[in-house]
């Protein structure tokens, strides 16, 4: 059991602007990534002096000892990296971030995510490097959207999950992208006529269905509860955060799809959610709002299912029940408009969202919320996962 | 023609999966199992995750197949399969082998495939060397 003292919170949130991919073509993605950490270090009140450590995720290009440098951070203590692409180390990077602080490696750590895909490559392209890609490129398996229909279709044929559900999850986080001002579709509403209307990506997701390709950065600062307490933000608790893995998943959808039968129509989230909920010590009906990373529609259906918001396969009834719309649903979803609608930062927009909705700074905010989930990159190996609640 | 078009990548073989290809070459579709305990693992990857053996054998599979999942792709995410969109893309199980599954193709009217249908392997010269194994409806 961690002491109180030293128990991890988030004391600071940033980000720079996000756009469309190559939109930000004035500076470089290194620029953009200092940027976004120097707001969230100026948002806690704190100093880069006051920095020791920095996490991140996906083989974030922005080293951690350039930033000591471009920073100037005294003493680095801590530097660590979640392995594995897909965004599924989101979470992950908080989770490390958290177990620096925790154990007392570091004082004050950096977790974030920049990229400017103008600026590297677009990640619905396909490439070169790709996880088991002699069984996948020459077959036309290329991209994660191509890799992922392959789950949702499963899904549909197991459960009778349909293109209606697919489209409520887009709508409902377009929606909320409307009310965010960051958000890159902030002035594109979304209508189920544009959405059946847009042309077909790989069967059964549609162009609305995929995540943005973005330009951008964010960050967000942890540091132990009693360092917190002299700060400038009310801060945000870290009730549990972790990472991990089922088995076969690194063969998974981002390989050669072979990961276990019972696990097919998955996130690869079950088993992480288990051990976030009972590390939290508390359960799906307590958590008042989620993000939910939304690479694509289909998967934030998988998701609530693993999470236990719903049962097995019913996912798109609890849906199409209105239930992750915002303000009335039981549970409002992605309210800065996801990887879908606000930007793709890789997921940690969605970090810094449930930030937000405990600080009560949402522009869809839910009202006293006080418990928030926010998922990685799902679908790939290792996922990651966090649960954040009002400090006590 | 082969299924997807010229320039499409082929597969370039490294020390852990150069036998499957040599064996796809000989027209020939084989899973590598595990040479002391017999488990089935794909893909090729050089320890026995049962009982952690380096040993190794190739069991040829079955001429037939289940669709276990399917998308028809209808964007080009490379540029070389321009031509061939709209094309399927099958996740291939293989229930009465093994718990191994393939990606493949299935040749024919995308709109004929289904989940569990069962196809048959066919194989598709993609250079003077190389054939790749896809499937058609039975």
């Known amino acids: ?392 | 023609m082969s299924y997807l078009a010229e320039g499409t990548p082929l597969p370039e073989p490294n020390m852990d999966d150069a036998s499957f290809w040599e064996n796809c070459a000989r027209r020939r579709l084989a899973f590598q199992a595990c040479g002391n305990c017999g488990t089935l693992r794909h893909p090729p990857t050089p320890v026995c995750h049962h009982c952690r053996s380096t040993a190794v054998v190739w069991r040829q599979a079955p001429s037939r197949g289940r669709v276990y999942s399917y998308t028809v792709v209808h964007h080009a995410a490379h540029d070389a399969v321009r031509p061939s969109v709209p094309y399927v893309v099958a996740v291939i199980a293989f229930p009465d082998f093994g718990p191994v599954r393939l990606i493949s193709n299935i040749i024919g009217d995308p709109k004929a495939v289904q989940v569990d249908m069962p196809v048959e392997l066919v194989w598709d010269k993609v250079s003077e060397t190389m054939f790749l194994p896809r499937f058609k409806p039975v």
């Open chain 1, 1 to 392: 059991m961690t002491d109180n003292a030293r128990k991890a919170c988030i004391v600071g949130v940033g980000e720079s602007e996000y756009t469309r991919w190559g939109g930000i073509a004035d500076r470089s993605q290194f620029q953009v990534a200092c940027e976004a950490i120097l707001a969230a270090i100026s948002d806690a009140g704190l100093s880069p002096a006051d920095i020791d450590g920095f996490t991140s995720y996906s083989n974030d290009a922005n080293d951690a000892n350039l930033l000591q440098v471009a920073l100037g951070v005294p003493e680095l203590r801590f530097a660590g990296m979640v392995w594995g692409g897909g965004g599924g180390g989101s979470c992950g990077a908080v989770s490390l971030a958290t177990a620096a602080v925790e154990s007392g490696q570091a004082r004050t750590v950096v977790a974030f995510r920049a990229l400017c895909q103008g600026q590297t490559r677009r990640f619905g392209r396909a490439s070169k490097g790709r996880t088991h890609e002699n069984f996948v490129n020459p077959f036309g398996l290329f991209s994660p959207p191509l890799m992922l229909a392959l789950l949702v279709r499963r899904h549909m044929h197991l459960y009778g999950t349909t293109e209606e559900h697919l489209a409520e999850v887009a709508i409902s986080t377009r929606a909320n992208a409307n009310r965010n001002p960051r958000a890159v579709m902030h002035k594109r509403p979304l209508t189920r006529e544009i959405y059946f209307a847009a042309r077909m990506i790989a069967e059964p997701l549609r162009l609305y269905d995929c995540c943005l390709e973005s330009d951008g950065a964010c960050a967000v600062i942890v540091t132990s509860r009693e360092r917190a307490r002299d700060l400038k933000q009310r801060p945000v608790e870290i009730l549990a955060a972790a990472h991990g893995s089922g088995p076969g998943w690194g063969s998974g959808p981002l390989g050669s799809h072979n990961m276990p039968d019972d696990d097919y129509a998955s996130t690869n989230s079950r088993r992480l959610a288990g051990d976030l909920f009972a590390r939290a010590g508390v359960t799906p009906d307590d958590i008042d709002v989620a993000q939910i990373y939304d690479h694509f529609s289909g998967m934030v259906l998988m998701a609530l299912e693993d999470y236990g918001f719903c049962g097995r396969g019913e996912s798109g009834p609890f849906v199409a029940g209105g239930n992750v719309r915002w303000p009335n649903g039981k549970l409002p979803l992605n309210t800065a408009g996801g990887n879908l609608s606000e930007a793709y930062i890789h997921g940690f927009n969605h970090v810094a969202e449930g930030v937000r909705q405990i600080r009560g700074e949402s522009t869809s905010q839910v009202a006293d919320a006080e418990l928030c989930l926010v998922s990685g990159g799902l679908g790939v190996a290792p996922t990651s996962g966090l649960i954040l609640g009002r400090a006590s």
